[in-house]
């Protein structure tokens, strides 16, 4: 089993629906992440977290939501999917481990709203 | 705010050549990280680096950290095919550590 699994891997969904996209980690990471991967943009910081009690905004939060719901379990959520959301969506984990912030990938969650 | 920028974005080149893609960041960080993410694939870590003088080196690739400069170099010696991915650079700010992305460089080695 991977150590970073997302969950769907792939989703159509309509404008206006609400989506969750779930991760779940088995290396036993306290730092989870949410980026989104776009063609020529790069990949861009949704929401990070250090603990269940500790959740961070990123670089483009505006229209997503998430929640640690336990140190392995991190949910993005689109409350109103938009046709702009349409893109790859990453989760990693980190541990800090040698003062070093060194990111485990899961395999990505392509999400398509239409 | 921290800003990340790689160049070039789309680098085509021939087998045997050497190149160097080089990642500037905009305020002071330590940390410097490079990824590997293959066609239709997820990232993988390359090199950490993490201070002013840094090199790391596997096999064909070479990363370098000058803090200083604030200026980090993934140098590609002798490229073969295998090589034909898109290369990312990230910073770890040290204030809040985000990990900033750069939009990556797309490394297309022609046989």
């Known amino acids: 089993d991977a150590d970073v699994t997302q969950t769907p891997r792939n989703r159509i969904t309509k404008t206006g629906k609400r989506i969750m996209l779930e991760c779940s980690q088995t290396k036993g990471h306290d730092r989870m992440y949410w980026y989104r991967q776009d063609p020529g943009l790069g990949l861009r910081l949704i929401y990070y977290?250090?603990?269940?009690?500790d959740i961070n905004k990123g670089e483009i939060s505006d229209g997503y939501s998430v929640s640690r719901q336990a140190q392995a379990k991190f949910s993005l959520s689109l409350e109103s999917a938009i046709p702009n959301q349409t893109a790859l969506y990453f989760c990693?984990?980190?541990?800090w481990g040698a003062g070093a912030n060194v990111l485990t990938f899961g395999a990505g969650s392509r999400l398509t709203v239409l | 705010e921290l800003k990340v920028e790689q160049n070039p974005l789309f680098l085509s080149m021939q087998e045997g050549k050497n190149y160097t893609i080089y990642c500037n960041y905009s305020?002071?960080?330590?940390?410097l990280y490079w990824y590997r993410q293959d066609p239709g694939k997820s990232l993988e870590s390359l090199f950490v680096?993490?201070?002013?003088?840094a090199v790391k080196q596997e096999g064909r690739l070479m990363a370098s950290l000058d803090t200083k400069a604030r200026l980090s170099t993934l140098h590609i010696t002798a490229a073969v095919h295998d090589l034909s991915a898109t290369y990312f650079c990230?910073?770890?700010?040290?204030?809040?550590?985000?990990?900033?992305f750069g939009k990556g460089t797309r490394l297309h080695i022609l046989p």
């Open positions: 680096l993490l201070s002013n003088g």
């Open positions: 305020t002071t960080s330590d940390r």
């Open positions: 977290s250090f603990d269940v009690k």
């Open positions: 990230a910073v770890d700010m040290s204030r809040d550590d985000k990990i900033i």
């Open positions: 990693a984990t980190s541990d």
